[in-house]
């Protein structure tokens, strides 16, 4: 078995460690991307005033609303591109007769495993995405019930099972094509982050924490030019509205509508938590994943899935 595995595992146990430490901000992020009326009493007005909304109204516990179905994403998303990043830059070892890749193929192996894990991810997000909104709805519902009755969250196989009953298996793919597009955020990250580096290397060598500012101040460079897309990507999972100023038919028709209707700024609502959450998602993500990386090769040599080193050669 190839080291393609064993980064797929590793991958996915980061991705896991990840998500579960920043969930809260996705939460808050997610909610106030979806947000089209700012006037009502119940919503939010920025990322404390949501914060202190969702504990006032649904506990610690709505931070968390969704948290299954997004560990399960985390995991099958990190899995599945590490999977085909690594694959693809396999493919170029071989065919190159240098060991590392220059940054245009690096570039392609970004590219071609997001696309194949936006492809088949999709479906999880659209879940999550409509179970973290969901979770709001279902609280303000109980507070207007006399009895105060609060009714359950669905789990993610009975919102799965809700999503294909009433829109049609198809709707699990709702902001695919934003997706896509958003596969330029890892090359935007990466590009940034080389320039950066081969800067400060013509001044110094580079230390640990000099890569994890490089790293943040990439991670922030792409998630602000593509948090337009991101999100409109987030609306067009949710269930489509019978308004034709709220339903969004393409990425272009969600990017013009949301102007027209709640200003350029509308398009960067819950981006101080998209950002706080991107960076430290990704800082996490890479140091859990590094350090999951020989634990899972050892693992997958004692089960007798793949060789060991001695052996192999």
């Known amino acids: 078995m190839s080291d ?30 979806v947000q089209r009326n700012s006037s009502d009493a119940t919503a939010y007005t920025g990322n404390m005033d949501a914060l202190r909304k969702i ?16 560990i399960f994403g985390a995991a099958v998303t990190n899995g599945v591109y590490y999977y085909f990043f690594e694959a693809v830059k396999a493919a170029f070892e071989r065919a190159s007769r240098h060991k590392n ?29 409509r179970l973290t909104v969901k979770q709001k709805k279902l609280k303000q519902r109980a507070e207007e019930q006399a009895a105060g009755e609060t009714e359950e969250s669905p789990s993610t196989l009975a919102a799965f099972a809700e999503i294909i009953k009433e829109d049609g298996i198809l709707s699990l ?24 580096k081969n ?14 500012v490089l790293g943040a101040i990439s991670k922030l460079c792409a998630t602000t030019v593509t948090y337009p897309y991101i999100l409109v990507k987030s609306r067009m999972q949710l269930k489509q509205s019978k308004n034709e100023n709220e339903r969004y038919s393409s990425l272009v028709d969600g990017l ?26 990704a800082s996490l993500l890479f140091m859990s994943k590094e350090a999951l990386f020989s634990y899972t090769v050892k693992l997958l040599i004692l089960i007798g899935a793949r060789k060991s080193l001695a052996a192999a050669k």
């Open 173 to 196: 793919w709702q902001g695919l094509i934003p997706a896509l597009i958003l596969v330029i955020n890892p090359i935007i990250q990466y590009t940034v982050f080389e320039q950066l």
């Open 101 to 129: 890749m220059t940054t245009v193929e690096s570039m392609v192996s970004g590219a071609v495993a997001g696309a194949m894990t936006c492809i088949i991810t999709n479906p999880i997000w659209v879940v999550n995405t």
């Open 256 to 281: 013009r509508k949301v102007i027209a209707n709640e200003g350029i700024a509308g398009l960067y609502k819950g981006i101080e938590s998209k950002l706080l959450q991107s960076v430290l998602t």
């Open 4 to 33: 393609n595995v064993a980064h797929a595992l590793s991958g996915a146990g980061g991705g896991i460690i990840s998500m579960a430490l920043t969930y809260p901000l996705i939460t808050i992020g997610t909610r106030l991307q």
């Open 55 to 70: 504990l006032a109204h649904e506990g610690l516990s709505g931070l968390f609303s969704g948290l299954e179905s997004a």
């Open 199 to 212: 800067r400060v290397e013509r001044l110094r060598r580079l230390g640990s924490l000099d890569f994890f």
